[in-house]
């Protein structure tokens, strides 16, 4: 895939998961595509994970296709080694050979949180967001996901943060064609992102009893490509979802889901991943189908409803960031 390298600040100096960290086993090299650049992410056999510029600098190959060994990474090409620090400390065709300065492979910050691998391409601007709920001893927690979309990472966020879709596209689970009001609901731009309060929808089972009731959603866009709900009733049944959209590149992203709750103890794991599998991919089509597919942040290309407020605080706010790829401007 090639793909113009991503230029933005704002999502260059954000964190981005790139892999499940059950999925990155000692010795595993994965070779990904984030904003347009080229990755590669290993984790060595003491269980550090490392982010580097996917190319070798000698002859300009890629790294993903080579071997971990010793807590290094060795190039498939010439045998070339780099350490952890991605410095290169061994040419087995040049015994005694010290390399250049040069022969160094640019690196990237990686932290491992909420069981999933987030990386920086550029210098961290905050943390990585926060899911409260991740650890408590009362929840349950599962991840789903990697989930391929033909589509812009903003639009996919859109759509998480979007809960008049519920009783059209995952109607009978999320929602009712017969009841698809979304009452009015308060949305602003915080110091921590975009916050929507109290959103207010009839779902047909929303606690695994059979029993239709009102839902109340809080949402939160923390940033850009990172989203949260919490759905809680009065009785403390609650969900929790962090939600993180990938930017392969402008118009392809990966999207990958956190998830915490603490009733439905009836529910098996299995099924709990059936059932968010069924939801994100049910939303794929649409996602896949928008055109333009870049997200408009002007008021002509789209117009909007009531129940768009959320969206519309997200839009504003992501120009008040300065956000430029992937936007239509």
């Known amino acids: 895939m090639n793909s113009t390298p991503c230029k933005d600040p704002v999502l260059l100096n954000d964190w981005h998961v790139v892999a499940k960290s059950s999925d990155l086993r000692p010795g595993d090299v994965l070779g990904v595509q984030l904003l347009g650049i080229n990755v590669v992410v290993w984790r060595g056999q003491d269980g550090q994970v490392h982010g580097w ?7 300009s190959v890629r790294l993903s296709a080579g071997r971990v060994e010793n807590n290094t990474l060795v190039c498939l090409y010439h045998g070339l080694v780099y350490d952890g620090t991605g410095r290169c400390v061994s040419v087995p065709a040049c015994p005694g050979y010290s390399p250049p300065k040069q022969a160094c492979v640019p690196t990237y910050a990686v932290q491992e949180r909420y069981g999933l691998v987030f990386l ?10 926060p899911f409260p709920e991740w650890g408590q001893a009362d929840y349950r927690f599962y991840i789903t996901g990697p989930y391929v979309v033909r589509s812009n990472g903003y639009r996919t966020i859109e759509n998480f943060l979007d809960a008049a879709h519920f009783p059209f596209v995952h109607g009978g689970i999320l929602g009712d064609v017969n009841k698809p009001e979304v009452d009015d609901y308060e949305a602003m ?47 403390g049944e609650c969900l929790a979802l962090l939600y993180s959209v990938t930017p392969v590149d402008e118009e392809t992203c990966i999207a990958w889901m956190s998830g915490a709750l603490n009733y439905g103890q009836q529910i098996t794991h299995d099924e709990i991943v059936q059932f968010q599998d069924k939801i994100v991919l049910q939303d794929v089509g649409n996602l896949e ?41």
């Open 120 to 129: 920086c391409l550029g210098e961290p601007s905050q943390d990585v967001p």
């Open 53 to 59: 510029d996917d190319r070798c600098p000698h002859r």
């Open 189 to 235: 731009i915080t110091s921590e992102g975009v916050y929507a309060k109290d959103v207010r929808v009839w779902q047909p089972d929303p606690y695994g009893t059979g029993v239709g009731d009102y839902v109340h959603y809080d949402y939160w866009a923390f940033r850009p490509l990172t989203a949260y709900l919490r759905k809680l009733n009065p009785t």
């Open 289 to 329: 189908s928008h055109s333009p597919m870049k997200l408009p942040l002007d008021s002509s290309t789209e117009f909007h409803l009531p129940s768009d407020r959320v969206s519309l605080m997200y839009r504003k706010w992501l120009k008040q960031l300065g956000v430029t790829y992937g936007i239509l401007t």
